[in-house]
């Protein structure tokens, strides 16, 4: 059952110049498409579609148009917004039967990150997919997909195998188990290791100086020593 209405009118012109008239009247034109039917331009009150869109359950949801007492299931496809003020400028309706099945994007869902010992090993999460396209009933689309970070280690991979789907809900790409992210080490800890190898490194060069330098002065002591007692010897047998 859809959660939203959308109270539309029907917009006697079509085309930049109409779209610009609806939005001078405080209305965001959209277009109704889709089925046997010619496609429709329409309109919905600014206050209305911000209130429905910000719910998050507008977009690639289930929604009920109204148009006086004609009410029709329609799914919002796609709404642009401005590039400044990022107010909804347009957006687009797509007909449907509640039973019918289609093909729409979910987006996907990380959960359970403090449970990831993957994370605690230095390790970053690579989304491959961030959404993905599913075939189901139109009243039965789910909201999200969800994976479950839990005791997820470095070099994991997650599969949409990986997710478990809603019944009814199946993805369109079926000729492989394909890859939703992975678990790699982030280019910070790979950083932190470089900088430890060179530490050591210089450490341990700074160490071999330091003995170098010893060995050098303790052979000319010993040297010197030498020197000295040949030196004695001699006085002693001049004497």
Do not use: W
């Not at 929604?63 to 799914?75: A, H, N, S």
């Not at 470089?194 to 330098?213: I, P, S």
């Amino acid at each position: 059952m859809a959660e939203i209405v959308l109270n539309v009118e029907v917009r006697e012109r079509t085309g930049t110049g109409g779209a610009r008239a609806a939005r001078g009247q405080a209305k965001v034109p959209g277009i109704l498409y889709g089925g046997e039917k010619a496609p429709v331009p329409i309109a919905v009150r600014n206050n209305e579609f911000r209130k429905a869109l910000y719910t998050g359950k507008l977009l690639g949801h289930l929604v009920t148009l109204k148009y006086g007492d004609e009410t029709q299931p329609v799914i919002a496809k796609d709404v642009q917004f401005h590039p400044v003020t990022d107010e909804p400028v347009h957006f687009d309706l797509y007909r449907v039967e509640a039973d019918q099945v289609i093909k729409i994007s979910v987006p996907v869902h990380f959960k359970n990150e403090e449970d990831c010992p993957a994370f605690r090993q230095g390790g970053s999460l690579e989304v491959v997919r961030h959404d993905v396209e599913v075939a189901t009933k139109a009243d039965n689309i789910p909201e999200e997909l969800v994976v479950d970070l839990t005791g997820r280690v470095l070099g994991d991979t997650i599969r949409i195998s990986d997710i478990q789907l809603p019944d009814g809900v199946e993805p369109t790409l079926t000729d492989r188990d394909f890859v939703i992210a992975t678990l790699k080490v982030s280019s910070a800890a790979l950083a932190e290791d470089a900088a430890a190898a060179e530490d050591a490194a210089a450490a341990e060069a700074a160490a071999d100086e330091t003995g170098e330098a010893a060995g050098e002065e303790g052979a000319a002591e010993g040297e010197a020593g030498e020197a000295g007692g040949e030196e004695a010897k001699g006085d002693a047998e001049e004497g």
